[in-house]
């Protein structure tokens, strides 16, 4: 879940950004937790860890934008860790762009007429951004041939 939703107390209005975070938290999740990776963990890799399973998010993410790339770290880590960097600057930029543009700037009584085109608008601007980020770390981490393709379903 995002950050502001985990937190939220009563009265929280969704958003697509609260979403994109959460698909943000699951790749953060498969990358720290992926078992298929036979390599031991460094101490690092394992704050981040315990950081996650404890609910600090912001503590993990302030160890991942600083975690050095080095021969101590599994190769998923390795890998990843500056797409993490890279996507999380964006996360945080669309969240706060949402409050800028659409929270701040919100009628008295706003309804659905109101949200909604928003709602799409950064919805979809949060998938150009999830792309972009793919796009540009493609070639130098993340085409490896320690992948494999997806298990065919029967």
């Known amino acids: 879940m995002s950050r502001a939703l ?14 994109l975070e959460s698909f943000f938290w699951v790749a953060v999740w498969s990358v720290f937790f992926n078992k298929g990776n036979a390599k031991e963990r460094s101490d690092e890799e394992k704050g981040i860890r ?3 399973v404890g609910g600090r ?18 190769d998923i880590t390795y890998r990843f860790q500056p797409t993490l960097r890279e996507w999380w600057v964006k996360v945080r930029h669309r969240d706060e762009v949402w409050s800028e543009q659409v929270l701040d700037c919100e009628p008295g009584g706003a309804d659905e007429g109101y949200y909604l085109p928003h ?5 979809l601007e949060g998938v150009v ?3 972009e980020v793919l796009e540009n770390r493609w070639d130098d981490e993340l085409s490896w ?3 494999t393709g997806p298990t065919p379903l029967a």
């Open 6 to 19: 985990l937190g939220a107390k009563g009265g929280y209005l969704h958003s697509p950004v609260d979403d």
């Open 129 to 131: 951004d999830v792309l």
């Open 57 to 74: 998010k912001d503590d993990a993410m302030r160890d991942i934008v600083k975690l050095k790339r080095h021969g101590n770290n599994s």
């Open 119 to 123: 709602f799409h608008r950064f919805a």
């Open 145 to 147: 041939e320690g992948w």
């Open 50 to 52: 315990d950081d996650l």
